[in-house]
């Protein structure tokens, strides 16, 4: 009864498989992606921002991570002012993480040293 009820559905095949014939014209599609060559280099310093972010002080390091993302979007804007700004703003926040994370660093290792050696 069930069982070969069963093996009837799973049997069956709801959708034809297409065959060459049913699609005689079909040619193979080529895609060329070709870049920019019109949109200028700026450096928006994003690796050194995501770095700063997730090795030093994040909370600053976010505001650089955003401020490249800024410089990215308006590079490929083709707005090249603004993109070399955010770029360096970008670097500021990073370096400030970077700055403030160890500054915060050393004084816990010489707040630690002074703990225990007293």
């Known amino acids: 009864g069930n069982d070969v009820q069963l093996q009837q559905y799973y049997n069956q095949q709801p959708y034809p498989i297409p065959n060459q014939q049913q699609y005689p014209n079909q040619q193979p599609q ?5 870049n920019n060559p019109e949109v ?3 450096n928006t310093n994003e690796i050194l921002s995501w ?3 997730l ?4 909370p600053i390091g976010i505001v650089a991570v955003l401020k490249s993302r800024e410089s ?10 603004n993109a070399r ?3 360096e703003a970008a670097k500021k926040w990073a370096v400030a993480s970077i700055v403030i ?3 915060l660093g050393i004084i816990i290792m010489v707040v630690s040293v002074v703990t225990v050696a007293n």
């Open 85 to 87: 700004r955010s770029g």
């Open 30 to 34: 080529i895609l060329m992606v070709q």
């Open 55 to 58: 090795c030093f002080f994040w």
């Open 51 to 53: 770095i700063s972010c």
């Open 40 to 42: 200028e280099y700026v």
């Open 101 to 103: 994370q160890t500054v």
């Open 72 to 81: 990215e979007k308006y590079r490929l804007s083709g707005n090249i002012e």
